[in-house]
């Protein structure tokens, strides 16, 4: 079979599988060395929160001791006295790493934030140990609470909307958009063949999930422009008029273009919902936002209508700890409209959380979300892992304590714009630079490369006579290079997704290289047809 029919069987496939085809052809002996930037999977670790985690979990392992100690096992601690008792051992250990973290992070949960010193400390230990389900189940009392200032900062720049976020903490972004698909489902905010809008490109699941059997649901893009910094065309926006739009999903900054949303946009967005769309569901996927100075999240101008997704992975180099979070303003559409349903509908949805509340009518969509992911009879044993939420926690104060200085805000952001520009100078281009970019992927239109360097008579007959996939396939196989198709996130055919998390810089050079090789190979190979 040749190239292009080979191709074409493997383009219906999700780029995230098509990777790992590129994996196994990139892996040729006659190439040095295989340069993977496709999946976003970052090559730092955040340090003082695991320092800290590791040490506190040894005084946690005291506390059980003190309460019952046998050769084999201790007894589940006490939260009575734990605060003194904790920065007697942070003086202790005052010279081991993340003893001075522990112990500033201790001071602000407790003054700032206005926590109780003995229930914090006891809540940590308890969930460090993991020796109880996690209860609340939605997420432990003060776990919610540092989180939630943690979002405020992050998420609204420091200057949140009235009201209060509820949250639910999740096994990562990704068990997050499965539980909010389902629930929404199962609680009739949308039905098979109802509309709702993606913002693309984005990332490939919101353009998998809703077509499945499951939900049957009919997709509207909102496209963003490549032309305008990859922002949302007024005319874009304004489909969300059309009140048969249920919802409208988003990843924000943008995957795989990695830009956040304007002011402009948001504003419009803001407006919109406040006057002819207050019923407009928002979903909002906020990974990347912590990349971006002065982020203004869907959350902070829409607070009654955005649902909030968030994931840790990225920013604090923590993939394998799967740490997610929902939130959800307590005043909600989504909570008027489920008790504006017909009846008969109604009492379906009673009939369904009724072993969870003798009023299952006032249960709220956010523990509808809890419930629904362990199929409601598991309620009881739903919650992310406690030791999980420890490190969440740890993860959110780190920034916390940062959030005058920015030191590791600015680390990060130095690391990925100094691969991007590496990237492309190696390219032989100017990449694109605005202040909402946030650097964590890029995408180069090989087409649009194609044209700035060679002319619109060789773009032509690239785009004619080779299949979209053909750019990375090639790259893959002839260079070692593996990248993401981006045609697969729903952006231009023949792009390319870089991700400037998972390679040292050296790397972004010959990945930059190697796609101008490439291009001149093709153009080579025009020049014998003409």
Known sequence: MDRAKTEKQYESLSPFELKDKLISMSQNPQIKMMLNAGRGNPNWVAVQPREAYFLFGSFALEEAHRVMSRPWLAGSPDSKGAADRFLEFCTIHAEQNGAGFLKDAYSYVTATLGLDGDSYVGEMVDAILGDHYPTPDRVLKNTQEIVRAYLNNTMCDDDPPKGTMDLFVTEGGTAAMTYIFNTLRENGLIHPGDKIALGTPIFTPYVEIPVLNDYQ????????????????????????????????????????????????????????????????ILLTDDVYATFVNGFKSLVAIAPRNTILVYSYSKYFG????????????????????????????KKELNERYKTISTDPSKIKLIDRLVADSRAVALNHTAGLSTPQQVMMVLFSLQELLDSDSHLYKKEMQDIVHERYETLYKALGTEGPEFPFYACYYTTIDIRKLALQ???????????KTHESIDFVWRLAEEKGIVLMDGGGFDAPEMSVRVSLANL???????????????????????????
């Open 504 to 530: 040292f810089k050296a790397d972004y050079a010959a990945i930059g290289k190697g796609i101008s090789d490439l291009l001149d190979e093709y153009r080579k190979e025009w020049e014998k047809t003409r």
């Open 453 to 463: 360097r060679y002319g619109e008579d060789f773009r032509s007959w690239m785009e």
């Open 318 to 345: 923590a993939t394998g700890w799967r740490l997610g979070v929902i939130g959800i303003y307590e005043d909600n559409v989504m909570d008027e409209m489920i008790a504006a349903l017909p009846e008969k509908k």
């Open 217 to 280: 649901l009919v997709v509207i893009n909102v496209e963003q422009d490549e032309n305008d910094n990859w922002q949302y065309p007024g005319e874009e926006l304004d489909k969300l008029t059309d009140p048969c739009i249920k919802a409208f999903f988003i990843v924000n900054p943008s995957n795989p273009a990695s830009v956040s949303m304007a002011d402009r946009s948001l504003a419009k967005l803001a407006k919109l919902v406040k006057t002819t769309r207050k019923d407009l």
